[in-house]
């Protein structure tokens, strides 16, 4: 029977293109070319004219099976495409919270470098570059420390190729700039050092420090201590206590080493300042007359201070960090906290 094929053909390639169809659009349209007005099915239900009257009844059930079948599986299509359409609107929900990305930000030293930085360019010091590969005479012998001095032995330093060196302390700064400015100069320079020393709770070797000094005519020790009070009162609390021990640097004459009074126990001792009350923060002086002479300015005319701390010290004070190693392990469970 002829029409009975053509049903089974119908049945055919409307399933498959049920089952193929990928959108609610598609399963419109199989719908309209399968059981719409001018669609397949209803052609041949129109066609059962022809047949002959004792399949009738057959050939009409047949049909019916079809059409619901169809309409079913249609329908089935249509509920899954609804429902995923659906979790797709859910999850697009505008009012939601948006997914948080981390931003980065700077690391604590940096911050710690740029606050101190900051109070220095506010009392009219000028932040400068500097290199980090020296030679030996701008790490040591313009500034005083001649081959086979004791003091080398503090500052001993990583050699490399070329018999250039990593240098071991910022005031390289000073030479750098003095040789090619005149004075009057104002000057602070913050960067890396390297000293090849075992590495423990208290020494890296790489840390930063921060260089300044001021020269001119007529600058006194008294300038010198005007500036650093300054620096410790912005950055460590206006209640804080200044005190400078006599010390040596061969580049600074006289030389002295500056404490803060705690600013954790107000100088009663405490754990931090290991019970003494005061927390040494830096190393300064009068420019040695012998720098002078290495950058070819006139001792009897000009004369300066310089200073130098170490920023991860000052850094670990002012935050308690009891471990320099933690600055360096890039452990962002550490570095949130800043
Ligand atoms: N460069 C010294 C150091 O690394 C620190 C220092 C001390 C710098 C005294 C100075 C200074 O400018 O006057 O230990």
């Not at 740029?114 to 030679?135: C, L, N, Y």
């Not at 090619?180 to 050092?193: D, E, F, M, S, T």
């Not at 201070?305 to 962002?332: C, P, Q, T």
Request: glycine residues 8%.
């Amino acid at each position: 029977m002829k029409l009975l094929e053509k049903l089974k053909g119908i049945e055919k390639a409307a399933i498959k293109e049920i089952i193929d169809g990928g959108s609610l659009d598609e399963m419109e349209k199989a719908r309209v070319k399968y059981l719409g007005r001018k669609g397949a099915l209803t052609s041949a239900i129109k066609n059962m004219k022809h047949v002959a009257k004792k399949d009738k009844p057959r050939v009409g059930k047949l049909i019916n099976e079809l059409k619901q079948k169809m309409t079913a599986l249609i329908e089935e299509k249509e509920r899954g495409f609804r429902e995923q359409e659906q979790v797709l609107f859910e999850n697009n929900d505008a009012t939601l919270p948006g997914i948080k990305r981390e931003v980065g930000h700077k690391h604590p030293l940096i911050k710690t470098m740029e606050d101190i930085i900051d109070i220095f360019v506010r009392m009219g010091f000028k932040s400068v570059d500097s290199p980090e590969v020296e030679t030996d005479f701008y790490n040591f012998e313009a500034l005083n420390i001649p081959k086979n001095h004791p003091s080398k032995e503090t500052f001993h330093t990583f050699y490399v190729e070329g018999g250039k060196l990593l240098r071991s302390q910022t005031s390289t700064a000073q030479i750098r700039i003095m040789e090619k400015y005149k004075p009057p100069l104002q000057v602070i320079h913050a960067g890396k050092v390297y000293r090849p020393d075992a590495v423990d709770a208290s020494h890296s070797f790489m840390f930063y420090q921060i260089e300044g000094f001021m020269v001119d005519e007529g600058i006194v020790f008294s300038d010198l201590k005007g500036v650093l009070e300054k620096f410790a009162k912005e950055y460590f609390g206006q209640d804080v206590k200044m005190r400078f021990r006599p010390h040596y640097f061969p580049f600074t004459e006289p030389s002295a080493e500056v404490d803060i009074s705690c600013f954790i126990c107000e100088g009663k001792g405490c754990r931090v300042c290991s019970y003494k009350g005061w927390l040494e923060i830096l190393g300064a002086g009068m420019v040695n007359p012998r720098v002078f002479e290495f950058v070819k300015y006139d001792p009897s005319k000009y004369t300066g201070f310089a200073f130098g701390m170490g920023i991860d010290r000052i850094s670990m004070l002012k935050h308690g960090i009891d471990d320099i190693r933690l600055f360096y392990e890039n452990d962002v469970r550490f570095l949130k906290q800043f």
